[in-house]
Nanobody, 115 residues
Framework: QVQLVESGGGLVQPGGSLRLSCAPS????????MGWYRQAPGKQRELVAS???????TYVDSVKGRFTISRDNAKDTVYLQMNSLNPEDTAVYFC?????????WGQGTQVTVSS
């Protein structure tokens, strides 16, 4: 069974940075679109950033200029660099992979921004 393994979450002070990583348990994801979603308590899950197989990235307005999504196809890994974090960024962050008719989700990693 394919798993997406996330890492890099944690507690950070406002203004700080974190980098999330997501790697599939099997190879062969270069052709997949990859994305990071987040879900805060009491809110719906939202797409934060996505990157297609060519490296084209899109972002939700609230993170533009602060977050950067990237992928390393040699390592089958996608990253989310998060800078200038604020308390509104607190959420569980989920990795997503979509290709053809299949979709996979990670288990989620908690990001907490608090002083």
């Amino acid at each position: 069974q394919v798993q997406l393994v996330e890492s890099g979450g944690g507690l950070v002070q406002p203004g700080g940075s974190l980098r999330l990583s997501c790697a599939p348990s099997v190879s062969g994801f270069n052709g997949f679109a990859m994305g990071w979603y987040r879900q805060a308590p009491g809110k719906q899950r939202e797409l934060v950033a996505s990157i297609d197989s060519r490296g084209m990235a899109t972002y939700v307005d609230s993170v533009k200029g602060r977050f950067t999504i990237s992928r390393d196809n040699a390592k089958d890994t996608v990253y989310l660099q998060m800078n200038s974090l604020n308390p509104e960024d607190t959420a569980v962050y989920f990795c997503n992979a979509r290709g053809g008719n299949v979709e996979y989700w990670g288990q989620g990693t908690q990001v907490t921004v608090s002083s």
